[in-house]
């Protein structure tokens, strides 16, 4: 992993944590539930920069190094990156 993007990855896991342990708390002392919705969406959005970190590391190596040997290397990326973009187009 490249250090820069390994570093803000590990940031963001730790801040996920933290958010996650939150609405723990919230529920086990019976918060508002506007209060929880509230955090567990501020969860998933930190879930989606995480992921955003994830695919530019994998497109800075593993796709440039499967791209530069080319043929079915190549076509292996090209099937990866079309999966991801179908799972995150198929969230609800």
Known sequence: MIEDIKRRALHRTKIIEGQLRGIEKMI???????????????????LGSLNKLLVENHLRTHVAEQYEAGGETRDAAVAELLRIYELTNNRS
Not at 28 to 46: G, R
């Open 28 to 46: 086990e002392h019976d918060e508002y539930c506007v209060d929880i919705i509230t955090l567990s969406l501020a969860v998933q959005k930190s």
